[in-house]
């Protein structure tokens, strides 16, 4: 290694998104040493999904002492699962606590990234230049709004949004009013919308499952126990895990007494809760429970059957000025059309383009589906790191739990360069080959595979999770072995 190739001591670090994860990245950074780092943030203020959705219901479907960063507590949370402007306020109050923003350039993008003469070449959203020893993109999971395609949407005469995009100016008391979905978001927007509206319609394509959960609300006392007692957090936080845990083992293996047990619980909710036997069969799935991201409510059911609600479930033939004209003709008359279609949930760091190795798209390496080796390196690209990339267990861990074990991971990566064994770091492609093989294998066992259409498969129809234990993954992201990765320098 020549003296024009010895590694800097303080290697230029660009992060990619102030969401949870970036906010998380940055702060694991300073704490090892790194202080040459950048976070580029798209949007004008922090907190990345929980910024950017503000529908009425936002909650976490994790209970809100598991979606806590490990080394920041939170003893003030509300209640079980803790709703949206809360969780944006504690990233927005920790992003602050640790002088994150100060590192951030708000409101820039990064649509273009090199790799160059062994680093990184950058280009902004403000055309601005810059040069990384390191990329790491924590750009999350749902952040493209996905819109159904559907004949005649532009022509709606009243107020008609993505729940992504919610316009709070658009009054809603009195009004009636659509949502075409029924993923997570449309049946939280059900719970809190369904009594406060003239008429609330809710297009039905797919019936999903629904787990009953209790949302109990923290009372003061009991915050104020948990902040002069952190033992008793802890011990809560443990209790919750467990019962987490069952749920991530349960998904994994279709046929393990675990998914029974949810499939039951999911059924005696759906057999007790609706009374109609009509509507109980209009929302009875024809799938197994979990095949889809199991939805967690303790009030969609009620909601729906409110008196002035109504579950459509003819086809929607068209959108009309005046409202939805469904397949049987129809016109279901509207005010406000809300659009609850979910997201684009492999786009991961795209719409930028990538270039690794001698000019390799991500784009073309991505053509068949989105792949990364334990879902944080891709092989030619090298010194460039994902957080909650490809085929991560996305659908049955908390996402805060994963990030913090792959930024453990990622450190180890990149003091290979900072003590000098290599300048340049990415997984080997025969490896990620072999892991992708035992990944897909692995994955024919979970719920996911057992019938059903939802966005945890690709484009082949293969499930894009983690199909192992949170023990299994865990223990991979301990400690790095070296041999699965490509060393230069």
Known sequence: ?????????????????????????AIKLREAGYEDYVIYEKSDRVGGTWRDNTYPGIACDVPAHLYTYSFEPNPSWSQTFAPGPEIHAYFERIAQKYGVTQSIRFNESVPHCEFKA????????????????????????????????????????????????????????????????????????????????????????????????????????????????????????????????HFSNAVIDAESAEMKEIEDACLANLESQVHDPVLREQLRPDYRAGCKRLIFSADFYAAIQQPNAHLITAGIAGIEPGGVRTSEGELRELDVL?????????????????????????????????????????????????????????????????????????????????????????????????????????????????????????????????????SAFFEAMAQPNLDSFDRVG
Not at 181 to 196: D, E, F
Not at 458 to 468: F, L, T
């Open 118 to 245: 062994g680093r990184w070449q950058l280009r902004t959203s403000l055309g601005r230049a810059d040069v990384a020893d390191f990329v790491i993109a924590a750009t999350g999971v749902l952040h493209h709004p996905h819109t159904a395609a559907i004949h005649g949407l532009e022509t709606f005469a009243g107020a008609c949004f993505h729940s992504a995009t919610w316009d709070h100016s658009v009054p809603l008391a009195g009004q009636r009013v659509g949502v075409i979905g029924t993923g997570s978001t449309a049946i939280q927007i059900t719970s809190a919308l369904a009594h406060r509206v003239a008429r609330y319609d809710l297009f039905q394509r797919t019936a999903q499952w629904i787990m009953p959960i209790e949302n109990v609300p923290y009372s003061e006392a009991e915050k104020a126990e948990f902040a002069d007692n952190p033992a008793k957090l802890a011990a809560l936080k443990v209790e919750v895990n467990g019962y987490f845990q």
């Open 338 to 470: 809300v659009i609850a279609t979910g997201f684009r949930a492999d786009s991961f760091i795209r719409p930028t383009t990538v270039l690794g190795r001698d000019g390799k798209n991500l784009d073309d390496v991505w053509a068949e589906a989105p792949a990364a080796y334990l879902s944080i390196s891709i092989p030619e690209f090298p010194n460039f790191f994902m957080l909650n990339g490809p085929n991560g267990p996305v659908g049955n861990f908390s996402l805060i739990q994963i990030a913090e074990a792959q930024v453990a991971y990622i450190l180890q990566l990149l003091e290979e360069v900072r003590g000098g064994r290599c300048r340049e770091i990415s997984a080997n492609a025969q490896v990620s080959a072999a892991f992708e093989q035992t990944r897909q294998t692995a994955v024919r066992k979970s719920i996911w595979s057992t019938g059903c259409k939802s966005w945890y498969l690709d484009k082949n129809g293969v499930p894009a999770s983690w199909p192992w234990s949170r």
């Open 1 to 25: 290694m020549t003296t024009a190739q010895l590694p800097r001591a303080q290697p230029r670090i660009v992060i990619i998104g102030a969401g949870m994860a970036g906010i998380l990245t």
